[in-house]
């Protein structure tokens, strides 16, 4: 039972445009959403986080939608660059289970230049 | 040194052998976890230590999987009797705190397969 799903395995995106990485949660109690990033051959990196009484977090390039009607967030990069090639992870967790994180599948998103 | 470090990066080794995987937590970190990812799939939590507190456990997959942590220092992840669905990327993570707001540092992994 995936409690967090991407449905997208992999995107492809020209530079300088927007990338939009969509994720989907089932478990109504998650009250903390992650996004990791993750290079070949390496551990993932956070990148960027969303608490549930928010619906928007910004940083830079980077900006995180979260829609708790819907159970869904999204990622926005823009504009998107070559070195943003990369998997990336959806994460989420749920309050009084320290930070136990349940991930998605992963998104591999492709920048062209 | 600065970030987590796991060790051997890479093992193979022969259906029914044991295996133990070596995890260095940041320094000052109390928390500690332990994931995999098999090929294809999103990483799945394992195990995580935080303080001297009795351990989460609920993630490991069978009773063949084990691990320690002494103090607020080096982990230990043994799989015994190692089976062909053990092969995954087993990856180490520690955090300032266990909560919401301390995100987790990933070593780059021990890709594990077992032949």
């Known amino acids: 039972d995936q409690q967090v799903k991407q449905n997208s395995p992999s995107l492809s995106v020209q530079e300088g445009r927007i990338s939009i990485l969509n994720c989907d949660y089932t478990n109504s109690m998650f009250d903390y959403f992650l996004w990791y990033k993750k290079y070949p051959a390496e551990g993932p990196t956070f990148l960027i986080s969303i608490s549930s009484i928010k619906d928007k977090n910004e940083d830079g390039r980077f900006t995180v939608f979260l829609n708790k009607s819907a159970k869904h967030l999204s990622l926005h990069i823009v504009p998107s660059q070559p070195g943003d090639s990369a998997v990336y992870f959806c994460?989420?967790?749920?309050?009084?289970?320290?930070?136990?994180?349940?991930f998605g599948a992963g998104t591999i998103l492709r920048v062209k230049s | 040194g600065a970030g987590v470090s796991q060790s051997p990066s890479n093992k193979v080794t022969e259906k029914g052998k044991d295996v133990e995987l070596r995890c260095d937590p940041i320094s000052g970190h109390t928390a500690l976890y332990w994931y995999r990812q098999r090929l294809g799939q999103g990483l799945e939590f394992l195990i995580y230590f935080q303080g001297n507190s009795a351990p989460d456990k609920s993630g490991l997959p069978s009773d063949r999987f084990s691990a320690e942590r002494t103090g607020e220092s080096v982990s230990t992840l043994t799989i015994q009797r190692t089976q062909q669905e053990d092969s995954a990327v087993y990856l180490c993570a520690s955090s300032l705190v266990a909560g919401s707001n301390s995100p987790l540092h990933f070593g780059n992994g021990t890709r594990l397969t077992v032949t």
């Open positions: 994460a989420a967790s749920e309050a009084g289970y320290g930070n136990k994180l349940v």
